[in-house]
């Protein structure tokens, strides 16, 4: 216990441990890991569309584009699968839905706009939820161009999802093949020019954390419900964006040891997704916590560990008697610690203070009955 209280005071003392406190308090005490699962959950419900959405366009490509493909496809399900009505039925479904790539590309298209617009719509609630000084805050009424925005928004989100996973995929799994058909491509041995895998790992990893810190910087900015401080909006979108590429180095890599086994083959994938999608939330509610407690407390109207190194700050924002309900919380732990600690000496020495039976002995160690039955 003495090694942690240690700890605890040194971290307060320090600006970015006292700052650190404050965000694992602001995130635990607004229910940051229920909020995590939550948006977790509506994630998932928004892939339903975008499956959809990507099963018009495999259609429009075999269709359209490329129907001498799809020849090819069919070949193939009736090289896999066992002769009977199973076969059939999945051929027979497969050209149904191919052939009407509209229809599902139509209805996709707008299931996926109406969800991922209360998609993002929860996102905003979400991190002003956890940014605002109070979490009893009453936000302001929605406007009514606010889906709009919210659909440019999920563009934009979506475009960079999409270029950090893309880099990572390049930098973790495809960087000797990259350098290949670059070095083929671009005629790079005729001019002297040496490249490698580790270099190109480095340059997709370099974009892939660039596109993750504009993702979050995204975030931060237009969904909070104030303008964050500027210096802790950019640290904290660097340090969410490292983290996200870390966690997607370490999905990539647990997906492809989970398909060595034809036992996870099959389910492997679709669990590292579901860790991914609650990790990523987890993610984006601590690093908006960061942020918030740059120069707010922790809880309002509550002492927290972290929080005096705040007090004295002319950019410090509370709500209203924040510093005197802290300073009245403080003085009644002190009080009750108090009385604790009075009760425990008080014990002992009524103890001390009880009456002790007499002993059967005298102080020479006689027993005085029998010195009565002697002298009789």
């Known amino acids: 216990m003495s090694m942690v209280r240690s700890l605890v005071e040194w971290l307060q003392a320090n600006p970015a441990g006292s700052h650190l406190l404050r965000a694992l308090a602001r995130y635990t005490n607004r229910l940051g890991n229920q909020l995590a699962a939550a948006m977790a959950f509506f994630s998932i419900l928004a892939i339903v569309p975008v499956l959809m959405f990507a099963f018009a366009a495999i259609g429009f490509t075999l269709t359209v584009l490329r129907p001498d493909l799809l020849g090819d496809v069919q070949i193939f399900i009736v090289d ?26 139509i209805l996709a298209t707008v299931v996926a706009l109406f969800m991922g617009s209360s998609w993002v719509a929860n996102l905003k609630s979400v991190l002003r939820g956890m940014g ?56 790079l041995s005729r001019l002297g020019v040496e490249t490698s895998a580790g270099m190109v790992r480095v340059i997709s990893l370099a974009f892939s954390l660039v596109g ?26 660097i340090g969410a964006g490292i983290c996200f590429v870390v966690l997607q180095t370490a999905a990539n890599w647990f997906t492809g040891l989970l398909s060595l086994g034809r036992a996870t083959q099959l389910f492997g994938p679709v669990i590292v997704a579901m860790l991914f999608i609650n990790f990523f939330a987890n993610l984006i509610l601590f690093w908006a916590a960061w942020i918030a407690t740059a120069n707010q407390p922790a809880v309002a109207r509550r002492h927290s560990p972290g929080d005096e190194i705040l007090r004295n700050q002319e950019k410090t924002r509370t709500v209203n008697d924040h510093w005197a309900s802290a300073d009245a919380e403080v003085e009644e732990r002190l009080q009750a610690d108090r009385s604790a600690s009075h009760r425990r000496v008080r014990l002992p020495s009524l103890d001390k203070r009880r009456p002790t039976r007499s002993s059967p002995l005298d102080d020479s160690g006689d027993d005085p009955v029998g010195r009565q039955d002697t002298r009789q």
């Open 212 to 237: 993750a810190t504009l993702l979050f910087w995204l975030m931060y900015r237009f969904l909070s419900y104030e303008r964050p401080p500027v210096v802790a909006l950019r640290r904290g979108s």
């Open 80 to 105: 896999n699968l066992a002769a009977g009505p199973v076969q059939d039925q999945i051929l027979i479904l497969l050209g149904q839905y191919l052939l009407n790539w509209r229809r599902v590309g």
């Open 132 to 187: 605002g000084p109070s979490f009893d805050m009453v936000q302001a009424r929605k406007r009514w161009h606010e889906p709009l925005i919210n659909v440019g928004l999920l563009f934009a989100l979506l475009v960079l999802v999409a270029t950090t996973f893309a880099a990572t995929v390049v930098g973790t799994q495809l960087g000797g093949t990259l350098v290949d058909w670059l070095v083929d491509w671009l005629q």
